[in-house]
């Protein structure tokens, strides 16, 4: 009896590109086998003769006859990734088996190919007035590992956010401003990534149960969650103010424990985000870093609507008053500040924050066509505010910029979105 001892063949998986690889069959020099390749995806045999996978299947589509030996099989490139089957058979009618297996005489062993995965950077709905956008992506292997200055980047260099004009935009204020009011930093910890409870298996039509004002939710399944993790979102219901975290997580019943309890209905979606890079890494396998993160505020401002011929005043007509919100500080040449220190500010946007009309009120300070003794003498003068002259506005903005520079180290096995919290780095501008 002729023996088949030893199949070698590289099992580990395979990135999207095309690749070689060597099958190494050892036995003795009488044993006589077949030989073939099955690609999961469309069932199509490898050619041995034309070495890619055809539609037709030939006599190339499985060698036979085949002695111990190396044997080459090119695999194609496949962007969405794929599972290969290598068979190889022991010809019982020329003596021939395994020395190994149950069964001797038939072999086979599955190669995995992984997809290409995206990872996109998106900016989400958290701040009503900005669109949710995708600020860049980045396509790369799971397979792969980048360190240093190898890692593949998302580069945001002042990418301006989308925010169409309407009635009731009082712009954003930068929660954390740094040397001035209109520039400010922010880090990896206002990054997520999202999943919600629709994802997972149902039972009964049921895909959690929450009790009122309890703190323990039952779910399908708890594979994709971690200790740390925040519920955002609950179908058809809220949220506590300040977002409960998951402290604890049984997986033989199914329960995670939140840090604050919540009351909604059985069977509603229940949303779960993972934020900063720790909690990313676990539940995507991406590694990533920031670097260079800034935000800033473009210069807004607006137009005296019609010309004000003398007096004084704190309330103004304006050709628009979209971006600025109640607090921002305001600079013109007509503005009198000399009976108050601090900064003159606005009161409010406008009683509607109307596109191209509007109204603007101050405190600690006075809009000024006549001035006064301590104001740009002699006093009693009238100095018209004329129609069209420039009103600025510092602190509040609809011009919004973001930088930063998001770096790859690992990529996940399919695409994935990561978010950045906007309500984390601005604060909606507000009225009054």
Aim: hydrophobic share 35%.
């Amino acid at each position: 009896m002729a023996l088949i001892k030893k199949i070698e063949i590289d099992r580990s998986v395979m990135r999207a590109s095309a690749t070689t690889r060597s099958i190494s069959i050892d036995g003795d020099a009488d044993a006589v086998f077949s030989l073939q390749v099955l690609r999961s995806s469309d069932g199509e045999f490898y050619d041995f003769s034309t070495g890619v996978f055809e539609d037709d299947y030939t006599s190339q589509s499985r060698l036979t006859n085949l002695t111990p030996g190396s044997f080459d099989i090119n695999f194609p490139a496949a962007a969405s990734g794929d599972t290969y089957t290598v068979r190889v058979f022991a010809e019982p009618h020329f003596n021939t088996k395994f020395s190994f297996g149950k069964n001797k005489l038939y072999y086979s062993t599955d190669i995995k190919q992984n997809g290409n995965a995206v990872v996109s950077l998106k900016t989400d709905a958290s701040i009503s007035i900005i669109s949710a956008e995708t600020m860049g992506t980045s396509t790369g292997s799971p397979i792969d590992k980048f360190q240093g200055a190898k890692r593949p980047t998302v580069i945001m260099k002042d990418k301006q956010l989308t925010v169409p004009a309407a009635t009731g935009n009082y712009g954003v204020f930068i929660t954390n401003p740094g040397v001035t009011s209109d520039v400010g930093e922010w880090d990896a910890n206002d990054l997520y990534w999202e999943t919600t409870a629709a994802d997972h298996e149902t039972t009964s039509g049921s895909d959690h149960d929450l009790h009122a004002n309890s703190s323990a939710l039952v779910l399908n399944k708890v594979d994709d969650l971690y200790i740390g993790m925040h519920v955002s979102a609950i179908q058809s219901g809220s949220v506590t103010a300040t977002m409960p975290t998951i402290t604890a997580i049984n997986v033989d019943t199914l329960t995670v424990t939140l840090s604050a309890p919540q009351t909604w209905a059985t069977a509603k979606d229940i949303t779960f985000r993972a934020y900063g890079p720790d909690l990313i890494k676990k539940t995507t396998n991406i590694e990533l870093g920031l670097t260079n993160a800034t935000c800033r505020l473009g210069q807004e401002s607006t137009t005296v609507r019609t010309t004000i011929a003398s007096g004084t005043g704190t309330v103004i007509g304006v050709n628009g008053t979209g971006g600025i919100g109640n607090g921002a500080t305001i600079r013109c040449k007509f503005l009198d500040k000399t009976t108050h220190s601090s900064a003159c500010t606005v009161a409010h946007g406008g009683t509607t924050g109307h596109v191209t009309e509007g109204t603007l009120n101050i405190t600690r300070g006075l809009f000024c066509a006549t001035t006064t003794a301590s104001f740009n003498p002699p006093a009693g003068v009238d100095v018209p505010i004329r129609a069209g002259t420039i009103i600025y506005i510092d602190g509040s903005s609809a011009d919004i910029y973001l930088s930063g520079t998001l770096s790859i180290g690992s990529y996940p096995i399919s695409n994935q979105d990561i978010y950045i919290d906007l309500s984390k780095i601005f604060t909606i501008g507000v009225n009054s």
